[in-house]
């Protein structure tokens, strides 16, 4: 399985922007896997901000991003996407797409230990 992501760049604080992340080889499972997008702030650890179970619909959203974030997919295209909203230049990171090929419990799915696969990242920049 290979995970593409697209759409990052450079925003100013209160802008939006929309992350794709499109599987490749999913074949007929892509609607039993779990998506997490994945953040990484310059110095800090890599943490879940926004998670799909695709086929349960359960979903994750951190704290810092309620309210600006919602993950959503079209699984005919095999790609989730990450609507972000209302920027903040803490919002600064490298964004990760990841792979369970299974569906993660509430508890689970904000653990990174839990992904299998994990595209390259996309760069997202909040600044004015």
């Known amino acids: 399985l290979q995970l593409v992501e697209s759409g990052g760049g450079l925003v100013q604080p209160g802008g939006s922007l929309r992350l794709s992340c499109t599987a490749s080889?999913?074949?007929?499972?892509?609607?039993?896997?779990?998506i997490g997008w994945f953040r990484q702030a310059p110095g800090k650890e890599r943490e879940g901000i926004s998670c799909?179970?695709?086929?349960?619909?359960?979903?994750y959203i951190a704290d810092s991003v309620k309210g600006r974030f919602t993950v959503y997919s079209d699984t005919a295209r095999n790609t989730v996407y990450v609507q972000m909203t209302a920027l903040k230049p803490e919002d600064t990171g490298l964004y990760y797409c990841?792979?369970?090929?299974?569906?993660?419990?509430?508890?689970?799915?904000?653990?990174?230990?839990?992904?299998?696969?994990w595209g390259q990242g996309t760069q997202v920049a909040v600044s004015s």
């Open positions: 990841a792979a369970a090929p299974y569906p993660l419990t509430e508890y689970e799915i904000s653990d990174r230990r839990q992904y299998d696969y």
């Open positions: 080889e999913a074949g007929f499972g892509f609607d039993y896997y779990t």
């Open positions: 799909l179970n695709l086929r349960d619909g359960i979903t």
